[in-house]
């Protein structure tokens, strides 16, 4: 079974500023397809960015984006000029082409100071 | 309506009794899934319809857990003599196609938080 781990339980950024949110995964697959959701305090899940595995291209929507290491199994998610409606928390999924329903990490909690 | 809508918002209830959860995905979606949120397990896969079929039911945590889907539409999940370690929040999401290439995006509704006294 795939396991997604993200390690920071909690990330602090200062409002403008950059900040990185780490996610590794394990799997023996080759293709699969990976995702950040954002989840604020109305506890709705929103679709930030998502990559295919098998681009090497990595994805990045406005401010947002990846840095997918396949090899390394891992796929951060770089946030440009923070701003405080980016305080949420954010969540690393894995979804195998075989399966149906998404494995998640614990996610980061990510804290914008104004 | 434009995105994914479940209901009741919020629901508690007591130990014992039997408790219904709705979902209604974004129109034209075949594709639906639920998901538990609690703080213990983290986010956890329940089950998946492509339709009005489910094909593996394995990740429903209980026999006491059961979930339909009509129309290919709103779909129920069911939790019968509810348990404390129910309470948690059971998310709802929706995609254009299931199958099993994975490229379908999943958008997820609000959830219900359920609390279990």
């Known amino acids: 079974a795939q396991t997604v781990t993200q390690s920071q339980p909690e990330m602090s950024v200062q409002e403008a500023e950059t900040v990185t949110l780490s996610c590794t995964y394990d799997t023996s697959e080759s293709d699969y397809y990976l995702f950040w959701y954002k989840q604020p305090p109305s506890r709705q899940m929103i679709l930030v960015i998502r990559q295919e595995a098998y681009k090497q291209q990595n994805a990045t929507e406005n401010r947002f984006s990846v840095n997918f290491q396949k090899a390394a199994k891992s796929f951060s998610l770089k946030i440009s000029d923070s701003q405080l409606g980016d305080a949420a928390m954010y969540f690393c999924?894995?979804?195998?082409?075989?399966?149906?329903?998404?494995?998640f990490g614990k996610g980061t909690h990510l804290i914008i100071q104004p | 309506g434009a995105g994914v809508s479940q209901s009741p918002s919020n629901k508690v209830t007591e130990k014992g009794k039997d408790v219904e959860l709705r979902c209604d995905p974004i129109s034209g979606h075949t594709a639906l899934y639920w998901y538990r949120q609690s703080l213990g397990q983290g986010l956890e896969f329940l089950i998946y319809?492509?339709?009005?079929?489910?094909?593996?039911k394995s990740g429903l945590p209980s026999d006491r857990f059961s979930a339909e889907r009509t129309g290919g539409s709103v779909s129920t999940l069911t939790i019968q003599r509810t348990q404390q370690e129910d309470s948690a929040v059971y998310l709802c999401?929706?995609?254009?196609?299931?199958?099993?290439?994975?490229?379908?995006?999943?958008?997820f509704g609000p959830g219900t938080r359920l609390l279990v006294l």
């Open positions: 999924a894995y979804r195998s082409v075989y399966a149906d329903g998404l494995t």
């Open positions: 319809f492509q339709g009005n079929s489910a094909p593996d």
């Open positions: 999401a929706s995609s254009l196609d299931g199958g099993t290439g994975g490229r379908e995006t999943q958008y």
